[in-house]
């Protein structure tokens, strides 16, 4: 099943060309076999305790690799899985594959993580999320304590009712939850005013601009403390400086994650990385 105009040897040149419609027309209809085809895999990024020091957790991300294509990076394929539903079965198969992925990592001796996973707006208004959630906890052996799901701000939410129902039945069961890209939306207030959040990840723009910026920094000053006098917990994402650690954890912030302490890595290369972590007592945070 090709799509109109045929393979090209570059994933820009098709993703540039051609009007956006039959281009995210095309992505689709290649989308729709990628799961069975065994395209897609996931990549897994540590999150490290700012105090500690020590790995709290990896997140989940999503990786398409079309053999013609090439590499499709998830900002353009998720926004299509998300119009055409695939975002259901696809988000159901990441849950599995993140779960499983976590369970091997403790039967390999290596203490309980947290695995974040990414869910979006569609999936929360899905009937029964929140029951396949814990079907593929109860399948993988999972526990629920260790499943952090890590939603966005969405304008996207119009079934308010559907999403805070089962994020609330996930909550009871002791599933956790993540505010994603804090700040960068419209009304993060109100989500942590209705959800029941356990992390706040502070999102990669306001590190970015807070050496420069004192306006930035203080944001990110007040996001910290604002969730802290809450009882919610703050990662901050993309540290890709010392500079930024070091004022983050002056600022307290709880969590870090970054390409300057572990860029995402696929299951192999996560389970050399984790071997080093055991045995040299290797630590990218110092
Ligand atoms: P996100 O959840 O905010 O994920 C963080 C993104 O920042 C990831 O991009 C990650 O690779 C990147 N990142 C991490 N550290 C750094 C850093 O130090 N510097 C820079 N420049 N970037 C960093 P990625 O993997 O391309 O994912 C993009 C977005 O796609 C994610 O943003 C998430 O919204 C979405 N996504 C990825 N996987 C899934 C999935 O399984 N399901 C759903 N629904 N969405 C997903
Ligand atoms: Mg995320
Ligand atoms: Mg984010
Ligand atoms: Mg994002």
Redesign the pocket.
Known sequence: KKGPSGPSPDTEAVLDTGDDFSCSDRLAQELRGALDRGELMLHY?PQFSTESRHIRGF????RWHHPKLGFI???AF?PIAEQTGL?VPI?EW?LREACTTNRLLQEAGVEPFVMC????AVQLQAPFFAEHVLSILKETGHSPEQLEL?I?ESKLIDSWETALHALNLLHTQRVRIAL??FGTGYSSLSYLRRLPIHLVKID?SFVEDMLHSSKEKALVESIILLARSVGIDVLA????TEAQLECLRRMCCDCV????LGK?MDREVLWSYMQRYRQEQFNPVT
């Open positions: 990024q997140e989940a991300l999503l990076p998830p900002d998720i975002i988000g990441v996973v990414n869910i979006s890590e966005t994603d890209d990669r994402e993309g540290i890709e994650q970054g390409y300057l995402p």
